[in-house]
Structure formats: C-alpha cells, structure tokens
C-alpha cells in the first residue's frame, strides 16, 4: 500500500515563498516519473511539475520560473520550491507518480496553500 504524505503548505503574501515535501512510503520510488499537481476551489486538478528520476523536469507555463521540483530518490521523497507566490497559486497541492501520462497512486490528503494579503 503506498502512502503520500504531502506537508509544508501554509498561509503566504503575494510575493512570498513555500518549499512543499511530499513523502513516500510502501513503495520505492525506482524510475518513476514523479509530479506536483494542484486543485484549486472550483477546478480540475492539474500538474503543475514533474520530473524524471533523472532529475529531467517539466513546468506548466503559470510557474516557470517560480517553481522548482526536486527528489531525494535515497529518501524517497519529492520536493517542490515555489517562489514569487500569487493569488492564482492557492490550491491544494498534491504529489504523485505519473505513469502513461495519468496518477498512478491513490491520492494522499495534499497540502494546502493560501497566497493572500
């Protein structure tokens, strides 16, 4: 049974910075393909980053520049730097696997992330 446990959301200003972890357990990371996305009120989920076990990442167009995505594949952990932080960034950020393009885990509780004055 694989477990995310994403942390590190929180309630920032514009402008401000948040660093989100997501922890995995029950499964080894391996090569997996492995991503951020984000559902804000109202809104689909969408991935926002991913990155290969290589380290290869991609970005949706509304945080290149501002988010980072990083993994620990010894901690089996995945990271992600978000910076310059907007209104449009609130949303509940969840982490998982990508296989074929689709989650491919159960989804975890998520984080939730409030960018407001």
């Known amino acids: 049974q694989v477990r995310l446990a994403e942390s590190g959301g929180g309630l920032v200003q514009p402008g401000g910075s948040l660093r989100l972890s997501c922890a995995v357990s029950g499964s080894f990371l391996g090569f997996s393909r492995m991503g951020w996305y984000r559902q804000a009120p109202g809104k689909q989920r969408e991935l926002v980053a991913d990155?290969?076990?290589?380290?290869?990442?991609n970005y949706e167009d509304s945080v290149k520049g501002r988010f980072t995505i990083s993994r620990d594949n010894a901690k089996n952990a995945v990271y992600l730097q978000m910076n310059s932080l907007n209104a449009e960034d609130t949303a509940v950020y969840y982490c998982n696997a990508i296989q074929s393009d689709r989650p491919l885990w159960s989804w975890g509780q998520g984080t939730q992330v409030t960018v407001s004055p």
């Open positions: 990155v290969t076990y290589g380290g290869q990442s």
